[in-house]
């Protein structure tokens, strides 16, 4: 029915959003009406799409991303852009070039990044369901931090098409909701084919969370629980963990020794990619302008050097350097065997365990500015790289607090099994209410 | 000094659509950035997508070039920035081609010759930029993106050509093969590119980029031959450097930039997922290939090795051949009048084969085979057809057109009939008494004195014999 709109005024506390629409058309559907955040590297036709740089202000794209015309096919109400690290470059939200967002748990703290917008809105309950994407823990690591629930999809399984690129590779756009329930209902909405995505397979999700696992074999990785990780969040993690075994499940402790060179690996990878997708912003077709009566070069270097925030510089520039002759063997080959590494890992792993569990992040929610340099940031994302360089699906449930701050549980499963991890979740969110 | 001279040629496949987006290819009367989408406008968020199409026109030249297939190719994205380029990146091949090891036979200086192709690989073609007001300093510059996507193949030859002429010879054969393949148009504007390296022997090697034409590369290429040898006579080293091409001039120029090398930073395309290509190549049939055609024509037509190449030499030219009726066919006399005739007017003019009216040659032939026009005629014909299609572009009817010119065959009639070839003969003779007192006298050459004023009197359009016979009872009737 044409005509019918969701009235959107949020009280955006925690400036979960970049923009909002305050009469969000929508239609029928499974969604009818329901409103629905969307992160801002995600395009939406008609609605400026930034991620949340200054180079793509006033951009708005001509087209939908694949997710969104799924949304709307199935009723949804897009009712805002949700702020985010620069085209996804960060743990904190704190890399936006707008403003930075904060933790509806504690405001004196970071939501987590890089979709720090959408957990907020979600954790604040401006929204019930949110779009995010994981790079390298961009959904969980938020999740976790705000307390909702994030699922990373198995790699293809979800369109990337107008999905602003920022590690082609290793990306995923996934759900975000307070509830395993309403993550995977808006999972099963935006999964499945898509011919214009060449690395999106024919495998669409029908499916509803099913808590029974018993004789479920859960693994956990020793170097999940290893250096860097707040003894405090392994507790409660640990609690989770006990929980499902009371539920029936047979917990597993094994080694995952590829998790050393996982963080290396990862982020010579997103870089190099970035540095290559991110190449495109030379104002010469959107953003601010180049100036045009420079030459074209001095032009070009002049509207990147203003127009990129300090961590998108940084990563372009160490990718541009890994990728360049003489290095590219040194690091990017190199990275890739590491990769290769890793998913041999899960593979022997998953031959004699169903599921993969342990902490989403090492620690709670950073307060703001705690993580000053880059390199003790770039740690933080030691426990969610792997499923990402490996394209396996991972989902964050909340399991706990420690001093009122919230923890995830993370699982991971075998490739192409995202509707066990959504039940392994789904168990212990049930488990943990009853 | 011998020359030596590799090519790297970049060909646009002639596909109905871009390479990794579904807009169409047939840009080149349309206004600018009209044929383009999020995908070849690079848009943020878009992703390509492959045209099977390019892939199989791609295998197919592969094959034609009796390259090696690997069981897998893989797409890589070439970075560097200019403002042609809407991804910042050109989608390439790089490590993973989609061919190599190939070769094509040509006629070389010094008899047939084998020529080894490198590689074959496919890309995308970027934009143009459009620089307005003169090329030297122009006031601003503009962005097409309607080539943007276009699917290319590069074609990387060894070193295996030695003079400018075998170079040209080779383009030639290379263009005949992929006309007859069906995957490309030589003459759609900017279709065909050249980059050509070339050193004396023991010099270092000068690469020659912006070359447009399949003259241009002899003319280049002699161009560089001359320069190097004059500066090697003159003490001076040749500079391993880049040069551009000038068409209008004939002349290379050094690159002003600085020559620094370009570091591209190739890394695999995640968009994209490799293409298994060795067994989509076995399942692709290639048709008949020019040098199989000529062998055909020298056996089917009993056509003479230069004919047969000739006519074989050029796709349209061939199936126009093949068009002709059998009996046609079979003759030298056919032969000779396309591939010298014809083929010698539109060189002359400096025409091609394509945007003639093959149906009208075919017609003039036939009109000709059936001895209602004379040789002579037919060939005057031609030219006014010709001339034309080049002034105006188009032409008449064969026959409108001998029928404007009176050059239909006179025939005459019976006996004391008042036809052109007796009236013709009857002014001969009147104008002519002492050849036709020679003739009387026995004199057998008088007679083809006669007969030849009565042709230029009829314009050539008279049949011998029947001037001879006409002219010979007129002047017995005479005595």
Redesign the interface.
């Known amino acids: 029915m044409p005509g019918r709109t969701v009235s959107f005024h949020p009280d955006d506390r925690y400036a979960a959003f970049l923009r909002t629409i305050p009469e969000a058309p929508f239609g029928e559907g499974r969604l009818a009406g329901v409103p629905v955040a969307v992160k801002d590297n995600i395009s939406t036709a008609g609605i400026e799409t930034t991620c949340a740089s200054r180079i793509l202000e006033g951009y708005v794209p001509p087209f939908d991303a694949t997710v969104v015309e799924r949304l709307k096919r199935a009723g949804a109400a897009i009712v805002g852009k949700t702020n985010m690290d620069e085209f996804g470059m960060g743990t904190t939200t704190e890399n936006s070039a707008f403003w930075p967002t904060l933790n509806p748990a504690d405001p004196s703290r970071v939501p987590g990044g890089s979709s720090g917008g959408s957990a907020a809105a979600v954790a604040a309950g401006l929204v019930p369901l949110a779009l995010g994407t994981d790079t390298g823990g961009s959904i969980r690591c938020p999740a976790a931090f705000c307390g909702i629930v994030g699922l990373k999809p198995t790699y293809g399984r979800v369109s990337r098409y107008g999905l602003i690129a920022y590690a082609n590779s290793l990306e995923q756009i996934g759900p975000m909701a307070k509830t395993v329930t309403d993550a995977s209902l808006l999972m099963e909405v935006i999964a499945g084919h898509d011919p214009r995505d060449s690395t999106s397979r024919d495998c669409p999700y029908h499916h509803t969370p099913d808590p029974e696992i018993r004789g479920l074999r859960i693994g956990v990785p020793e170097e999940f629980f290893g250096e860097g990780v707040d003894a405090r969040v392994a507790s409660v993690v640990w609690d989770a963990i006990s929980l499902l075994e009371r539920k029936g499940a047979e917990v597993i402790t094994c080694r995952m020794p590829s998790m050393a060179y996982a963080l290396a690996a990862y982020y010579v990878t997103c870089t190099s990619e970035a540095s290559s997708n991110l190449a495109r912003f030379d104002g010469v077709r959107y953003g601010p302008p180049a100036d045009t009566k420079k030459p074209w070069h001095e032009a070009f270097q002049e509207r990147r050097r203003e127009g990129f925030g300090e961590e998108v510089r940084r990563r372009i520039m160490l990718g541009t350097f890994a990728l360049s002759s003489g290095y590219y063997g040194k690091y990017y080959a190199k990275a890739q065997a590491a990769r290769n590494n890793v998913r041999a890992d899960f593979e022997r792993l998953f031959c004699d365990v169903d599921v993969l569990a342990g902490p989403t992040m090492p620690t709670v929610a950073f307060r703001f500015g705690e993580k000053s340099d880059p390199l003790s940031m770039y740690l933080s994302d030691i426990l969610t790289v792997p499923a990402n360089l490996a394209g396996v699906p991972a989902i964050s449930v909340p399991c706990g607090k420690v001093e009122g701050l919230p923890v995830g549980l993370q699982v991971m499963g075998r490739w192409m099994e995202d509707e066990r991890v959504v039940d392994v979740a789904y168990a212990f969110e049930q488990g943990r209410s009853a | 000094m011998t020359v030596i001279v590799g090519l790297e040629i970049h060909c646009q496949l002639d596909t109905a659509t871009k390479l990794f987006c579904g807009c169409s290819t047939d840009y080149r009367d349309d206004p600018p950035n009209s044929h383009v989408c ?1 995908v070849c ?10 045209n099977k199409k390019a892939v199989e026109f791609a295998l197919k030249v592969a094959k034609a070039l009796n390259c090696e297939v690997p069981e897998e190719s893989e797409f890589a ?1 070439k ?1 560097y ?3 042609d380029l ?4 050109q989608i390439t091949q790089y490590d993973k081609p989609l061919a190599v090891c190939g070769y094509l036979d040509i006629e070389g200086d010094e008899g047939e010759k084998r020529v080894r192709i490198t590689r074959v690989h496919m890309e995308e073609d970027p934009g143009r930029l459009v620089h307005k007001g003169g090329a030297d300093r122009p006031k ?1 510059t503009l ?1 097409d993106y309607n080539r943007a996507g276009i699917p290319l193949i590069e074609i990387v030859t060894e070193p295996d050509l030695r003079s400018p002429k075998e170079a040209r010879r080779f383009l030639n054969k290379l263009r005949a093969t992929l006309e007859y393949l069906g995957v490309f148009d030589s003459e759609k504007e900017g279709s065909l590119r050249v980059d050509a390296n070339i050193s004396l022997a023991g010099s270092e090697r000068v690469e020659v980029k912006n070359i447009t034409s399949y003259k241009g590369v002899e003319k280049a290429l002699t161009f560089e031959v001359t320069r190097q040898k004059n500066a090697i006579r003159r003490g001076q080293k040749i500079a391993r450097e880049t040069r551009h091409f000038v068409e209008a001039r004939g002349v290379t120029t050094s690159s002003r930039s600085k020559e620094m090398e370009q ?1 591209y ?3 695999p395309e ?4 490799p293409l298994r290509v060795r067994n989509w190549a076995e399942e692709i049939e290639i048709p008949e290939l020019p040098d199989a055609r000529k062998l055909r024509f020298i056996k089917d037509y009993g056509l003479s090795p230069t004919h047969a190449a000739t006519l074989t030499g050029d796709w349209q030219i061939a199936e126009f051949y093949e068009s002709l009726p059998a009996d046609l066919r079979v003759s030298t006399a056919t032969a000779t009048w396309v591939a010298d005739t014809l083929l010698g007017e539109l060189n002359y003019r400096d025409m091609s084969i394509r945007g003639v009216p093959l149906d009208h040659f075919k017609e003039l032939l036939l009109i000709r085979q059936a001895g209602e026009i004379t040789e002579k005629a037919a060939v005057e014909v031609l030219r006014s057809l010709l001339d034309q299609i080049r002034d105006t572009g188009t032409c008449e009817l064969p026959r409108q057109c001998i029928g404007r010119l009176g050059l239909f065959v006179i025939t005459a009639a019976e006996e004391g009939a008042n036809d052109p070839v007796t009236a013709a003969a009857r002014e001969a003779i009147a104008e002519n008494p002492q050849a036709v007192a020679d003739f009387c006298q026995g004199k057998k050459e008088a007679l083809n004195f006669l007969v030849g004023q009565v042709m230029r009197k009829t314009r050539g359009c008279a049949k011998p014999g029947d001037v001879n016979r006409v002219l010979t009872s007129l002047l017995s009737g005479d005595e």
């Open positions: 999020p406008l690079g848009l943020p968020g878009s992703l390509p997508k492959i994205r970075n920035f200019y403002p809407d991804k910042g990146y601003y962005v570091d930073r190739y890394f995640p968009d994209l997922r």
